[in-house]
């Protein structure tokens, strides 16, 4: 079983995206990201981010594949083209397996689910999945894609000081798995 922790940003409404983007431009959200996704203890590794086709899709050119990340994207589309160095996997199981066995299991440190919805759902209900870094946007956005409910299988460990960003007010917070009684 490898452990992996899920980032992830979202409205009141659980509101993740709408048409393929984020509905929200918020820089301290982004610099939060990149701060939990590219930190490591040993600094000859590094982490990976695994996330769907459509969050692959949807990263802006000038940061695909993401930098000082493994990336791997979930797509049963064997016709995909993929740059030198992204992985391919046909399911959250596969990519979890590639970071694991063989060449990259002593230069990966932690493993991130980025994304979107679909695999959002497969993770959140496994074992394995042991954190989720969130970022809670406290305004309602016009979205057609969501974060599954989580709070049965997860609890509140901490939260930063709300702030406000282009008039937007947040706050990032983790949650750990709850542990069976």
Known sequence: ????????????????GREGKL????????????EITTRTRDKSKRNAVI???????????????????????????KD????QGVLRAESLDQALELLTKGALSNTV???YV??????????IVRQEC?????TQILHSFDCDTFFPPFTDHFQHEASSPRYVENGISCLFAEYSRKTAV
């Open 130 to 134: 042991r954190k989720i870094y969130l």
């Open 109 to 111: 440190e932690d493993v």
């Open 51 to 77: 996330m769907g086709r459509k969050t692959w899709d949807s990263l802006p050119a000038q940061f695909c594949p993401l930098p000082n990340r493994v990336n791997v994207v979930v797509t049963r589309n």
């Open 80 to 83: 995909l083209e993929l740059p």
């Open 23 to 34: 509905p929200w431009r918020l820089k301290r959200d982004l610099q939060y990201f990149k």
């Open 114 to 123: 980025i994304g979107g919805a679909q695999i959002f759902q497969q993770a």
């Open 1 to 16: 079983m490898t452990p992996f922790s899920i980032v992830v940003a979202m409205d009141q409404n659980r509101g993740i």
